[in-house]
């Protein structure tokens, strides 16, 4: 059985395209509120609060919201227009908990918070719920707090070591914990473990992805939706180099004042003398070798970063291409040959920028380091292509661009193109925001109309969060269709 998520709830109208509240609300990307007079099947009588009535088709049942006012999100589509219920915070929620019950029913659950607030959350990030679905995302869970909850007593008295237990999955490490008596460096990893959260969220991501459920996906994860970017991690990967790049060269030179000391001493064991300064030299040009590796990584890196100050085109395609290409060199660890010290620290930034990699091949998100003038910033991009029109073979693209700045906070941009149409929605932090994109909307125009676009509708929302694009799971998951409430 597959539930699908909130943007599928939909409302498709009936003869309401003469009505002009309904055209409004359209032409400029707002909300409307309706009561439901009558409910029929899936015929659905609706009354404006402009007094006007029309008829629409759902595709849930409303009979349980009779009499009530529902929030409904204006959609055009292009044959009729979809009308989407609001869900968190309206009397819709009363259909969801009404669906979660029979599913828990229909599952033979038992009906307690936990099983409905584990489907609730599978609905949103568009998982199927079925029994082994929730067999296994349960038993990680449950695995998960049983990890995070032991003490360090409880730790000491098991026999030995787990193998690879950065990788292996959480259930399974709990098998070896109770029914081997091993597992005596999950210790090293217990602060982790307690500190990761929302766990639940992060564990339906990583199945839903299909990702191990492993100790190192969890951190990884957890690290990148508190805000760890691809900017600080580059910055991370660079200082593990130049801290290996040193220590080898203090190593050289340590060697160097030692055998010269040595030829002082005795300066009648030339030949030996000489012999030393020989392997001196094949030492420096092995060490020049090693750091091959590790300049083309920072080769990589270097070409990530975009500097807008001398190239006001990012090519995302070239961004994509690079960030694989750093991914595969940071992966043949055994050419990289790094210090002891510093495999732990290069084994855990790899992983996360693997993840992050995953995500981006995953959903078309981007992360994007860039330079102008004396700033350094971030920007993420997500990107969505739909066929709307599989006869003629049309596509609508939509991107959206979150981009932090230093005086007008988070600035979030939704454009859409469809039919020659380029419809943008700037989602800024207030009114005074807002009125400063007011006044430069012509230049805007100007720009794109000077491109070839010559049909643009711009509209603007006062956001009403200020989250970058990745601590979202659940926008992210289901791409587009949490925007409007988003912003």
Same mark, same amino acid.
């Given at each position: 059985?597959?539930?699908?998520?909130?943007?599928?709830?939909?409302?498709?109208?009936?003869?309401?395209?003469?009505?002009?509240?309904?055209?409004?609300?359209?032409?400029?990307?707002?909300?409307?509120?309706?009561?439901?007079?009558?409910?029929?099947?899936?015929?659905?009588?609706?009354?404006?609060?402009?007094?006007?009535?029309?008829?629409?088709?759902?595709?849930?049942?409303?009979?349980?919201?009779?009499?009530?006012?529902?929030?409904?999100?204006?959609?055009?589509?292009?044959?009729?227009?979809?009308?989407?219920?609001?869900?968190?915070?309206?009397?819709?929620?009363?259909?969801?908990?009404?669906?979660?019950?029979?599913?828990?029913?229909?599952?033979?659950?038992?009906?307690?918070?936990?099983?409905?607030?584990?489907?609730?959350?599978?609905?949103?990030?568009?998982?199927?719920?079925?029994?082994?679905?929730?067999?296994?995302?349960?038993?990680?869970?449950?695995?998960?707090?049983?990890?995070?909850?032991?003490?360090?007593?409880?730790?000491?008295?098991?026999? *030995?070591?787990?193998?690879?237990?950065?990788?292996?999955?959480?259930?399974?490490?709990?098998?070896?914990?109770?029914?081997?008596?091993?597992?005596?460096?999950?210790?090293?990893?217990?602060?982790?473990?307690?500190?990761?959260?929302?766990?639940?969220?992060?564990?339906?991501?990583?199945?839903?992805?299909?990702?191990?459920?492993?100790?190192?996906?969890?951190?990884?994860?957890?690290?990148?939706?508190?805000?760890?970017?691809?900017?600080?991690?580059?910055?991370?990967?660079?200082?593990?180099?130049?801290?290996?790049?040193?220590?080898?060269?203090?190593?050289?030179?340590?060697?160097?004042?030692? *055998?010269?000391?040595?030829?002082?001493?005795?300066?009648?064991?030339?030949?030996?003398? *000489?012999?030393?300064?020989?392997?001196?030299?094949?030492?420096?040009?092995?060490?020049?070798?090693?750091?091959?590796?590790?300049?083309?990584?920072?080769?990589?890196?270097?070409?990530?970063?975009?500097?807008?100050?001398?190239?006001?085109?990012?090519?995302?395609?070239?961004?994509?291409?690079?960030?694989?290409?750093?991914?595969?060199?940071?992966?043949?660890?055994?050419?990289?040959?790094?210090?002891?010290?510093?495999?732990?620290?290069?084994?855990?930034?790899?992983?996360?920028?693997?993840?992050?990699?995953?995500?981006?091949?995953?959903?078309?998100?981007?992360?994007?380091?860039?330079?102008?003038?004396?700033?350094?910033?971030?920007?993420?991009?997500?990107?969505?292509?739909?066929?709307?029109?599989?006869?003629?073979?049309?596509?609508?693209?939509?991107?959206?661009?979150?981009?932090?700045?230093?005086?007008?906070?988070?600035?979030?941009?939704?454009?859409?193109?469809?039919?020659?149409?380029?419809?943008?929605?700037?989602?800024?932090?207030?009114?005074?925001?807002?009125?400063?994109?007011?006044?430069?909307?012509?230049?805007?125009?100007?720009?794109?109309?000077?491109?070839?676009?010559?049909?643009?509708?711009?509209?603007?929302?006062? *956001?009403?969060?200020?989250?970058?694009?990745?601590?979202?799971?659940?926008?992210?998951?289901?791409?587009?269709?949490?925007?409007?409430?988003?912003?």
């Amino acid at each position: 059985m597959r539930i699908s998520g909130y943007s599928d709830f939909n409302l498709r109208t009936i003869g309401a395209k003469g009505n002009k509240q309904i055209n409004d609300a359209v032409k400029n990307n707002e909300s409307v509120t309706g009561k439901i007079l009558d409910v029929k099947s899936n015929a659905v009588k609706i009354l404006l609060q402009n007094g006007k009535e029309f008829m629409a088709n759902s595709n849930i049942p409303l009979e349980n919201l009779l009499g009530e006012q529902v929030n409904f999100k204006v959609l055009n589509s292009d044959k009729n227009i979809v009308l989407q219920p609001q869900i968190e915070g309206t009397a819709l929620e009363k259909e969801l908990d009404a669906k979660i019950n029979n599913l828990v029913s229909d599952l033979k659950l038992p009906n307690n918070e936990e099983n409905k607030s584990l489907i609730k959350e599978m609905i949103k990030q568009n998982i199927p719920v079925n029994v082994k679905n929730l067999k296994i995302i349960k038993d990680n869970i449950g695995s998960f707090n049983i990890l995070s909850r032991l003490t360090k007593e409880e730790v000491e008295i098991l026999n *030995k070591n787990i193998e690879n237990i950065e990788t292996k999955e959480m259930k399974e490490i709990v098998k070896d914990i109770y029914i081997n008596k091993e597992g005596k460096n999950i210790l090293d990893f217990l602060k982790d473990l307690k500190n990761i959260g929302p766990k639940e969220k992060n564990i339906l991501f990583l199945f839903k992805n299909k990702f191990e459920i492993n100790i190192d996906n969890m951190k990884t994860l957890d690290s990148l939706l508190k805000g760890e970017k691809l900017d600080d991690i580059l910055k991370e990967i660079n200082n593990i180099l130049d801290e290996d790049i040193s220590s080898n060269k203090s190593l050289v030179e340590n060697t160097q004042e030692n *055998k010269l000391e040595n030829v002082k001493e005795d300066i009648l064991k030339l030949k030996t003398a *000489k012999d030393e300064v020989t392997k001196l030299d094949t030492e420096k040009e092995v060490i020049k070798t090693e750091n091959s590796p590790k300049e083309d990584i920072k080769k990589i890196i270097k070409s990530i970063v975009q500097n807008l100050n001398t190239d006001k085109k990012v090519d995302v395609e070239k961004i994509k291409q690079n960030m694989d290409s750093l991914v595969k060199t940071l992966n043949i660890q055994n050419e990289i040959k790094l210090g002891e010290s510093l495999k732990g620290e290069f084994h855990e930034v790899n992983q996360k920028l693997e993840l992050l990699n995953d995500i981006s091949n995953e959903y078309m998100y981007f992360q994007i380091p860039f330079e102008y003038k004396e700033y350094k910033n971030l920007a993420e991009i997500l990107l969505s292509e739909q066929t709307k029109d599989k006869k003629n073979n049309k596509k609508s693209i939509s991107i959206l661009i979150s981009l932090d700045t230093h005086n007008l906070s988070r600035i979030d941009t939704m454009l859409n193109y469809y039919n020659e149409d380029l419809n943008i929605v700037f989602g800024l932090k207030d009114e005074k925001t807002k009125n400063m994109f007011v006044k430069n909307e012509k230049k805007l125009i100007g720009v794109l109309k000077s491109i070839g676009i010559n049909n643009i509708h711009i509209n603007y929302k006062i *956001k009403t969060e200020n989250e970058p694009i990745l601590n979202n799971i659940e926008y992210i998951n289901n791409k587009f269709s949490n925007f409007n409430m988003w912003v």
